[in-house]
């Protein structure tokens, strides 16, 4: 077999290079509803529906009949701050796109406390930050809590000319450090941040419980951007 020519191979290159380094490329396929990033089904009482899973309503695990032993549950407790419920799943697809999944379970806060008392194994993951595998006793209990939030961390980078193409301007933009801009839509229960060292993150609460994701940028201080 001949070797093919470098030109065919960097004609290759320039035509399919868009396609995989663009993000959120649209590729045609037909869809269900809610299921890319961009698509939030909105409920009369301040409830949505994002990924196919109502927030307050779908539980852990309905997450985890979807995603099968590809999700991790487990009690998260950083450095400073309260321990949270949370399922996370490293190589998730929402429709044609790619990226990181976690859910956030709604239990009380004592009853998450309890559950990282009596974990199975208890481990460090990024610095201090401490990951704790549940007991046997309480699988049963985190299956059954309500997803309180979703986070998705798309494979692709994200700017800012993307994100108001796909969700137009946000009801608020604000920065928070020098790398760290936030889009805040509440009618949707959405905050995406955009990080100019690091990865996005998109951030999903119900639309009445928006004040969760508003409060802690309201406490660092962070200040409107010019639009």
Not at 168 to 195: I, N
């Amino acid at each position: 077999m001949k070797p093919i020519p470098l030109i065919l191979i960097a004609v290759a290159i320039i035509v399919i290079a868009p396609f995989v380094y663009l993000p959120f490329v649209d590729t045609g396929e037909e869809l269900p509803r809610t299921t890319l990033p961009w698509q939030i089904e909105l409920g009369g009482d301040g409830s949505s529906e994002v990924f196919g899973f109502t927030l307050g309503v779908s539980t852990l695990g309905d997450a985890q009949r979807r995603f099968g032993s590809d999700l991790e549950i487990a009690v998260i407790t950083p450095k400073e701050g309260s321990s949270s419920l949370e399922a996370f799943n490293g190589s998730a697809r929402a429709g044609f796109i790619t990226g990181q999944l976690l859910f956030t379970g709604e239990l009380p806060q004592a009853q998450i406390d309890a559950m990282r008392e009596r974990a199975a194994k208890t481990a460090y993951m990024e610095g201090t930050t401490r990951k704790a595998t549940l007991h046997a006793d309480d699988v049963g209990n985190a299956l059954a809590a309500p997803i309180r939030a979703i986070t998705f961390i798309p494979s692709a980078d994200l700017d800012a000319e993307t994100i108001l193409a796909r969700f137009g301007q946000p009801a608020e933009r604000l920065r928070s450090t020098d790398h760290l801009q936030h889009f805040l839509y509440p009618e949707r229960g959405l905050e995406v941040t955009l990080d100019e060292r690091g990865k996005e993150l998109l951030q999903y609460v119900a639309p009445r419980d928006f004040e969760r994701l508003r409060a802690p940028l309201r406490e660092a201080g962070a200040q409107p951007v010019a639009q």
